[in-house]
């Protein structure tokens, strides 16, 4: 065994609309190398997967993905456990046909040119010359969408309005597969014309069905316009299908967290600082308070300041040690509970080779 090793611990973390600590257990993985593959894993049965930074597994959409870890990070999943409520989505497995969204695309009955859809049990009933006969992914055996991407930049592929509550959390997920290897498409996914997730990107192995979901919050709006845009232009390949929609009252995500840390570091290494981003104190027990977790590296929080929108100071401390109980906001002021909102933090942390930093943002108080 080499002298770099990784230690990998788990924090689970539990939200109703954002993150609370449930429980925090410890599992030791170790690779001899930087770049040796570790393969992350969570129970299955969930209803959708999200690991992220994105690009670093071979398959961020699914329980147990593998990662190649270059230098420490944190590695989130985001998972959806189960879904109750109902599924807003108007034909959401094409069961219907044709019916239910709109589409910049043409509607054909068979596809042989690019910007086109149509809807079928098998993508090689469209066109059996390019296309795999790929099963649809709700049954095997019923229908889906399949498109012939266009070269046409931000042409909508599909499209379909929602009424919504405000202020409410919604998930979105939908399925995608490559029905021809060559240029897997690009998808762009958007609600009232804004960007909701990253661009998701189809396997180049035709057939294998991926799941895209995200989290969004509707604020002031009564209607959810939900878009699907490809942005691979290319009109060689990029033949895709898409099923099985969902669009949801959100109730309940899991949040794990991977940490990965290399032993031997230098001392600038070494200064390594976590501060979360919500938390709520309801005095249940789990994520009551809000402090910044500090490493073996950090020698003292100097000081820690946390103001309200308007600029106030609502919590002061200084010269704390790492994770010293008493330097925890429990999100009142003068003995009063504050309401939810975003709060900003101001943290000067002096590292044991006393170097100073002062780091700021925001924290979500949530009841």
């Not at 099985?244 to 070494?270: H, K, P, Q, S």
């Not at 000081?303 to 008493?326: I, K, M």
């Amino acid at each position: 065994m080499l002298s770099h090793r990784y230690l990998i611990f788990f924090t689970l973390i539990m939200l109703l609309s954002i993150p609370q600590i449930l429980s925090a257990q410890r599992d030791t993985l170790f690779i001899c190398d930087p770049g040796d593959p570790i393969q992350l894993s969570v129970g299955e049965g969930n209803f959708a997967y999200q690991w992220s930074p994105v690009g670093a597994f071979d398959n961020p959409f699914i329980s147990n993905p593998t990662v190649r870890p270059l230098e420490p990070g944190i590695y989130t999943l985001r998972r959806i456990p189960s879904v109750t409520s109902n599924n807003l989505i108007v034909n959401p497995d094409f069961s219907l046909g044709n019916e239910g969204f709109s589409s910049d695309y043409d509607y054909v009955d068979r596809i042989n040119i690019q910007g086109v859809y149509g809807v079928n049990e098998s993508a090689a009933n469209l066109n059996s010359v390019f296309f795999e006969d790929c099963p649809d992914h709700t049954s095997g055996d019923g229908p889906m969408l399949v498109v012939d991407g266009s070269p046409t930049r931000n042409e909508q592929v599909w499209c379909q309005t929602i009424a919504v509550k405000e202020d409410k959390d919604y998930a979105f997920s939908a399925w995608l597969t490559s029905v021809n290897s060559m240029n897997p498409a690009a998808l762009q996914f958007s609600i009232n014309g804004q960007p909701i997730g990253e661009i998701f990107r189809a396997s180049s192995r035709v057939c294998q069905w991926q799941q895209f979901y995200e989290v969004w919050n509707a604020q002031e709006a009564t209607e959810a316009e939900i878009c699907i845009v490809n942005q691979n232009t290319n009109p060689a390949g990029n033949d895709f299908a898409m099923d099985d929609f969902a669009f949801f009252e959100l109730e309940e995500v899991l949040y794990d967290t991977v940490v990965v840390l290399i032993e031997a570091l230098t001392a600038a290494e070494e200064r390594r600082v976590y501060i979360p981003n919500a938390f709520s104190p309801n005095f249940d027990g789990r994520n009551d308070t809000f402090q910044p977790f500090l490493g073996k590296g950090v020698a003292e929080l100097e000081s820690f300041r946390v103001f309200d929108r308007w600029g106030n100071l609502v919590f002061e401390r200084e010269n704390c040690a790492p994770d010293e109980a008493g330097c925890a906001w429990d999100g009142r002021f003068k003995g009063r509970s504050l309401p939810p909102d975003y709060y900003v933090y101001q943290a000067q942390i002096r590292y044991a080779d006393e170097v100073l930093e002062v780091k700021k943002g925001s924290v979500l108080l949530t009841k």
